[in-house]
C-alpha cells in the first residue's frame, strides 16, 4: 500500500440487471478504498460494437492506497467474480471496469494505459466524468474534463438514467 491517491474508474454493464451490476461492482471497489464521488447512471448507446443492448455507465471517485497495477488486478478480479466472459472484444459485459485516471500519473505498463487512452473521445465516460470532476485536468491533453466533452463532436447519445447511483 502506498500513500491514498484519488483515482477516476469507469463502469458499465448491458447484462442483466445492468443497476445491480454497477452497484455490486462499486461495493467491491470501494472495500479497500474510500468511495469519495459517484456519477448518476447513464443510459448510453454502444459505440464500437453496436449490435449489443445499451449500457448503463457511471464513474466514481475513489481514494486508494493500492498501487495502479493492484487497482487494476483488483478490477480484473471483480469483473471476473461476477461472471464477465471475454468472448468478443467491446462485446456485451456484465461489467466494464476502466481506470481513467490515477492523480495525476501517466502510466505505460503492459494492460494498463493511463489516463485511459481513448477517455477524451468518449461521451459515456465524459459525461459522468463531468459530473463529479468537471475542473479535474487530463494530464498528458491539459484541458479540464468539462472542455473535453464541449469538445465531442455530435453523436454517442447518453441520458442520465438515475437521480443517484
Known amino acids: 500500500m502506498t500513500l491514498p491517491e484519488l483515482v477516476y474508474l469507469s463502469l458499465g454493464s448491458n447484462l442483466g440487471d445492468r443497476a445491480a451490476n454497477l452497484h455490486a461492482a462499486i461495493a467491491r471497489l470501494a472495500n479497500p ?83 485511459h487512452p481513448a477517455m477524451h473521445e468518449r461521451r459515456f465516460v465524459l459525461a459522468p466524468l463531468a459530473e463529479i470532476a468537471p475542473a479535474v485536468i487530463h494530464p498528458t491533453i491539459k484541458k479540464t474534463v468539462r472542455e473535453l466533452l464541449g469538445a465531442l463532436p455530435e453523436g454517442q447519445a447518453v441520458r442520465i438514467l438515475s437521480a443517484e447511483t
Do not use: H, W
Open 33 to 115: 478504498g474510500t468511495l469519495k464521488a459517484a456519477s448518476r447512471l447513464y443510459e448510453t448507446e454502444p459505440v464500437d460494437f453496436r449490435d449489443q443492448p445499451v449500457f448503463l455507465n457511471c464513474v466514481i471517485a475513489l481514494e486508494t492506497g493500492r498501487t495502479p497495477l493492484d487497482l487494476l488486478a483488483l478490477a480484473l478480479e471483480i469483473e471476473q467474480g461476477m461472471g464477465r466472459q471475454r468472448a468478443r472484444n467491446k462485446g456485451p459485459r456484465i461489467i466494464d471496469i476502466d481506470i481513467l485516471l490515477f492523480g495525476d500519473r501517466m502510466i505505460d505498463e503492459p494492460g494498463l494505459k493511463v489516463p
